[in-house]
Every structure is written in structure tokens, then in C-alpha cells.
């Protein structure tokens, strides 16, 4: 089944409350995927700097002896905080390299996500539970988006847990079940895209992360992916500056849409929104089967 | 009248005290779009819902009168008997879904699959329809002031289809029908009757052109063919 949401801030009225807001969001869609969860949220954006989200689950990672070669073989200053299992690791040098190396030289932990304004949480576990153990209550940001699971799929494991990265301050998460990801698969490891898990939604992300590097727009690609991706799905796709949300054309995966003068929201279902400051004075809809619906920043 | 909170009732407290009534007015409050708020019902109560609704509201209702003030998910009014569900706002996906009887109103936008597998039911929608509604459609009416989604009556059998607005368009074996005077008497008496203000001779009919259920000797060719 599992259940997303996505909240997008237009104004600044409530991006001090951005996590406290997604949190409850994500707490209405425990019923929907009660077996693991996941965060995105876009905050404290920087030109200057990329931060890297690193998972290291059931190993021992001495972060700082990682940083300083990360720091030695970048040139570059790395630093880094730690939340249980996740590291958040910084450096002015570009993230793309940083990631390379980190998956090339220590190859037991995974990164989940890298660029300016990303940071990425996963786990196994009541949805509730993820969110107050990575602290999402307290952050404050432009965007979020997040995902409970049920897993049908693959395993019930972190790696197989959403969000998924597609590249730079680019992530994806899904409700559904693809068809064709096992063949998509080959194809994409044929055009050099690397996978971590056997996961369906992993594909997706894989395939829009390619296409991005092909030169499409985000808008493009996920076009693109109505004729490629075979399957039902509801995607939520985060983005430096903006979100969107595109159903497969048959459409029987559930979305709601919300929009007000400050916020665009969206869920699996509406009481995931009900949580949301002046909801009553919301425009609400479903998204059409086979759109785009996108809002950027910029 | 009887005020149930459901921010401090839960829902199946609520759903326990509206299913055992057998009369009575009930306002319920706090809704939150809570799940299968008011289903089941089958007794001649009157429910006025304030806020919004998750999904399958007022299934399976029977004799009942529901009213939403503002939105519902997915489901509402799911496999209506009688009585009638309004909602005030608009409605998520397969809304009056296996309908038999009774009468659904929404006032906003219906989504994908309005109507699918209706049996009976009358389905008015003051705006537009998705995709995909009134498939396989066995009888009511669904009537939509605004305008309807592809695929509209993809593989229906028999019940009547009535929309103002444009049709993106038609599903297999449902045709444009020629509108009668019995269409528009029979228009007229339920957008009053719903307190919708349209002219029965802006809408069109479209129904089954019963190509499709019935098996035709020519076919056996390609049924055997097929197996």
C-alpha cells in the first residue's frame, strides 16, 4: 500500500514549523505503511557547500578518520554531525566527487543523498517512531517530502525504505508497484546507472536520475517515465527548489492535492492534509492520471 | 438532534451510535477526513457531516440521508441501496461506485471512475468527472453539469449517461443517444430536485451502443481464435 506525503512552502509563514507539520502528515499514513519510513526535507540552502546524508546500518563508522580522508583526497574542508545511524557530512568540494568516493572507499555504508539543500532519513520501524528518532518535529525548511511502506516488492529492509536519491538535491518516493523494473533495470546497468538494492522504486529513481543526466528537465523525464515505467505509481519527486507529483495513467494509486496563498501539499489521502495550518481555505483535488504537476520556487 | 464530536468520540463510536439509530437527526463534528465515516447506515436518519471526509463515506447506505459540508476521498457512497449522499464539495475516485439505488450529489468535481459498475443509482455532479466514469455501468443515471474525462462509459450495459459540458471522450461501445422528451422531463424533475440551476437542453445523452455484451455468431472466429 504504503502512504507519501509532500509539503511544499511557497512563503516563509511556516518554515520554521516545516517539520512539526510534515511529522503529522506522516503520522496519518502510519496505517499505510506501518513497516518503514522515510524524509526529505530541503532546508538551509547553500551555494557554498554541499552536505552528504550517509547511512552506516549495523557498522561501526569512525566518521571523523572518514572525513579526514575524505578531506584529504578532496583538498577540501569536510565536516560532519551524526544522528544515530546517519552522518550529515559537509565540504565545500563537489558533492558528485564526494559521493564517488565515499561509495568507492568505504563501501559499508550507503549515501543516501548529496547536494545543497537535501538531507535524507531512513528506517525500519513505525513510521512515528522514525520521525521522532531523526528529529523531523524540529526542522525547519522550504519542502519535505516522506514515505511509510508496506513493502511488496523487495524486503522490508532500510535500503529498500523511501525516499530514494536520483541525484543531485533530487529525490523520489512512490506508492505503487512497478512491472517492468527487473528489465529497466538491465537496461539502465547497460547505460552505466548503478543500483544498491533489488527494489522497484529504486529503478524509478534510477530512471529519472538518468534522464536528468540525458539533459531532460525534471518535467521531461518523468513525461518521459509514463511511457517507460510499466506499473502503478503515484510518485512525489523533491527537488532543490520545487516538487512534483505525476500517476500513472490508469491512476488507481491514491493522491490528493492541496494548495494555499503559503503552502502546496500532497498525500495518499486527505487527513494526512487535514494537519495543515488554514486547510479549510484550501483549493483541494486529485491530481489527473498521466500529469505533471510541479511548483518550483523559482 | 444529536452532536457527535469526533474529536473526542472515535470513530467507531460514532459509526456504532449512527448505525444503531433507527430515526433521528445527527450532526457529526471534527470529521478530519476520517475513513468510513457514516457507512453502513439503513435506517431513515439524517446525517449533516461538518468538514471534510476520507474515503468510502456513507457506504453501502441505505434509507439514510448523509450530507458532507466539504470534501470526500475515495469511495463515497460505495454500493448506495437508497436514500441520498450530497456532498458540498467535490468527491476522490469511484464515487457511487456499484450504486443500486438512491441518489448521489456532489456539487464540485467527481474524480476517476464516477459511477463504475453502477447498478441503479443516480449519480449528479455539479462539475467535472475523471476519467474512466460509468465504466461497465449496468443502469441509473449519472448527469454532469460539467465536463467528463476519457473514456467515458468504456463497456457499459445499460444505464444513461447525461453531460453538458465536453466529453474527452467516449469509451468502448458507448455512443452519443438521441435525447428525448422523457430525457428532459426526467432531467428537469432531478436538477430541481437537487437544486442545480441547468437546462436539460444543454446536456447530451450517451449510452450503450450494445455491440459489446451480447456474443455475435460472426465473432466465433475470433473467439476461437483468442482462446
Not at chain 1, 166 to 181: F, I, K, M
Amino acid at each position: 500500500m504504503c502512504g507519501i506525503v509532500g509539503l511544499f512552502l511557497k512563503t516563509e509563514r511556516h518554515q520554521h514549523e516545516l517539520g512539526r507539520l510534515t511529522a503529522l502528515m506522516l503520522e496519518q499514513m502510519r496505517d499505510r505503511g506501518p513497516d518503514s519510513a522515510g524524509f526529505a526535507i530541503y532546508g538551509d540552502d547553500r551555494d557554498d557547500r554541499t552536505r552528504l546524508t550517509v547511512l552506516a546500518e549495523d557498522v561501526d563508522v569512525d566518521w571523523g578518520k572518514v572525513c579526514g580522508r575524505l578531506s584529504e583526497n578532496l583538498e577540501s574542508e569536510v565536516s560532519h554531525r551524526t544522528i544515530l545511524d546517519h552522518a550529515v557530512i559537509e565540504t565545500q568540494a563537489a558533492g558528485s566527487d564526494a559521493r564517488r568516493w565515499i561509495i568507492d572507499h568505504v563501501p559499508e555504508v550507503t549515501v543516501l543523498g548529496f547536494g545543497h539543500a537535501i538531507e535524507l532519513y531512513k528506517a525500519v520501524g513505525d513510521p512515528k517512531l522514525v520521525a521522532e528518532r531523526y528529529g523531523l518535529a524540529s526542522r525547519s525548511g522550504t519542502h519535505a517530502i516522506a514515505h511509510t511502506r508496506m513493502a511488496t516488492e523487495s524486503a522490508v529492509t532500510t535500503g529498500g525504505s523511501h525516499p530514494f536519491s536520483t541525484g543531485e538535491d533530487t529525490c523520489l518516493v512512490h506508492n505503487g508497484s512497478l512491472s517492468n523494473h527487473n528489465l529497466l533495470r538491465e537496461v539502465l546497468e547497460s547505460k552505466g546507472v548503478s543500483f544498491q538494492t533489488d527494489n522497484d522504486t529504486e529503478v524509478a529513481a534510477g530512471y529519472v536520475a538518468w534522464r536528468l543526466t540525458e539533459g531532460d528537465s525534471l518535467e521531461e523525464a518523468l513525461g518521459r517515465g509514463i511511457d517507460d515505467l510499466d506499473g502503478f505509481y503515484t510518485f512525489c519527486v523533491g527537488t532543490r527548489d520545487g516538487f512534483a507529483v505525476v500517476r500513472d495513467p490508469i491512476a488507481c494509486k491514491p493522491a490528493v492535492m492541496a494548495e494555499t496563498d503559503d503552502w502546496v501539499a500532497m498525500a495518499s489521502e486527505y487527513r494526512a492534509i487535514a494537519q495543515l495550518p488554514d486547510v479549510h481555505h484550501a483549493a483541494v483535488w486529485e491530481p489527473d492520471p498521466a500529469r505533471i504537476f510541479a511548483w518550483s520556487r523559482a | 438532534m444529536t452532536v457527535l464530536d469526533l474529536g473526542t468520540s472515535s470513530l467507531r463510536e460514532v459509526n456504532s451510535e449512527l448505525q444503531g439509530a433507527s430515526t433521528g437527526n445527527f450532526v457529526v463534528d471534527n470529521p478530519q477526513g476520517a475513513h468510513a465515516l457514516a457507512c453502513g447506515l439503513d435506517s431513515p436518519v439524517t446525517v449533516r457531516i461538518e468538514g471534510p471526509v476520507g474515503y468510502y463515506c456513507a457506504g453501502m447506505n441505505q434509507h439514510a440521508t448523509v450530507f458532507v459540508d466539504g470534501n470526500a476521498g475515495t469511495g463515497l457512497a460505495e454500493n448506495i441501496m437508497s436514500g441520498t449522499v450530497t456532498v458540498t464539495g467535490s468527491a476522490g475516485q469511484s464515487a457511487g461506485a456499484t450504486g443500486h439505488g438512491g441518489l448521489v450529489v456532489v456539487h464540485g468535481d467527481a474524480s476517476a471512475r464516477c459511477g463504475i459498475s453502477m447498478k441503479g443509482a443516480d449519480i449528479v455532479v455539479g462539475g467535472d468527472v475523471g476519467h474512466m466514469s460509468a465504466f461497465m455501468a449496468q443502469g441509473g443515471n449519472l448527469i454532469v453539469l460539467g465536463d467528463a474525462g476519457a473514456d467515458l462509459g468504456d463497456s457499459i450495459y445499460e444505464a444513461r449517461l447525461f453531460v453538458r459540458g465536453t466529453v474527452a471522450s467516449l469509451g468502448a461501445d458507448c455512443i452519443e443517444k438521441e435525447i428525448r422528451a422523457e430525457h428532459l422531463e426526467f432531467l428537469a424533475g432531478r436538477l430541481a430536485e437537487v437544486e442545480m440551476d441547468a437546462d436539460p437542453a444543454d446536456f447530451r445523452r450517451y449510452g450503450s451502443a450494445r455491440a459489446l455484451y451480447n456474443f455475435h455468431p460472426d465473432d466465433v472466429d475470433a473467439l476461437e481464435a483468442s482462446l
